[in-house]
């Protein structure tokens, strides 16, 4: 596109960013695809981007980072420049405009929840907001009522009690941040409860214990001696009159014998076969 050909940035209403673009829209109505009606759609995107941004700070004060939103209106203005059709008569900004603002309400929709919720109960938090903004300003240094809240919004009660749990979803709060009006130090990560691992060993011991009082003594004392007393096995030999290796023998076949117990509780249990 030449310099001449570029769109004529000109005042219309009250916006300093709304070029006159309609011959180009015109031109690149009648363009094949290719390189050249790329190079025109960047040059109307480049055109109308300080309008996308325009529309983008509207959006500023809702917790978004700005830059972020004007990434969004980027994205929705290129969708407006290839959707528009200049021969259905009217003028791009009446088409571009909700469309940029349908895609960062898009974005705020389904990018900017901490917790996933309902499109209908986004909608109901977002009314419930606004009514309860409303009627801060003038109440007398109270909360409003949920039945004030609803007779404002025109909604029932029970959408009000689910619209205010959803205005505790748009943030997650992090793990990391200290417990609310704590001064310890002590974060909510600190709060949650953890798997003992203890409770394990327990079942463990519970499951085997029958089992091990069945044995023969000699087995359920090499037992004790090993994992109880921590002996070696050369010690418990030694201890018993027994070579290290027959100790080890013992050891591994009465471990198999306990278990196959505990995997077939019906069974009745058996003395494991003499070495």
């Known amino acids: 596109m030449s310099s001449t050909d570029a769109p004529a940035r000109t005042r219309r209403g009250d916006f300093f960013d709304t070029p006159d673009t309609a011959a180009a829209f015109a031109r690149l109505a009648a363009l094949p ?20 941004k325009r529309l983008a700070l509207r959006f500023r004060d809702r917790g978004e980072n700005v830059e972020d939103l004007k990434q969004v209106a980027a994205l929705g203005l290129v969708k407006a ?50 009514a309860v ?32 749990e959803a205005l505790e979803s748009y943030r997650s709060l992090s793990l990391d941040a200290e417990r609310p009006g704590a001064d310890d130090g002590f974060t909510l ?14 079942t463990d011991r519970e499951a085997v214990k029958s089992h091990v009082r069945r044995l023969p003594d000699r087995e ?19 201890e018993l009159g027994l070579s290290q290796m027959h100790v ?14 505990v995997d077939a509780p019906g069974t009745a249990p058996e003395s494991p076969a003499a070495a």
């Not at 695809?33 to 300080?50: D, F, N, T, Y």
């Not at 990560?189 to 327990?202: I, P, S």
């Not at 037992?223 to 030694?238: E, H, K, P, V, W």
Request: glycine fraction near 6%.
């Open 248 to 261: 080890c023998r013992l050891i591994r076949r009465t471990c198999e014998h306990v278990r196959e117990q």
């Open 220 to 238: 359920r004392r090499i037992l004790y001696l090993r994992y109880f007393c921590d002996m070696t096995q050369s010690r418990i030999g030694a």
């Open 81 to 130: 420049v290839n959707g528009y059709d200049p021969k259905r008569g009217g003028a791009f900004e009446s088409y571009a405009v909700p469309t940029i603002i349908g895609e960062i309400k898009r974005h705020f929709r389904d990018c900017t929840w901490g917790v996933h919720v309902p499109r209908r109960v986004q909608e109901l938090r977002n009314k419930v907001r606004t």
């Open 33 to 52: 695809e290719g390189e050249e009606k790329r190079r025109l759609c960047e040059e109307l995107v480049r055109a109308w981007l300080p309008m996308a």
């Open 133 to 164: 903004r409303e009627l801060s300003v003038t109440a007398d240094d109270r909360s409003p009522s949920v039945a004030m809240i609803a007779a404002r919004a025109r909604l029932s009660e029970d959408d009000v009690l689910l619209g205010l």
């Open 189 to 202: 990560q600190d709060t949650l409860g953890y798997t003992e691992a203890e409770y394990e060993l327990v």
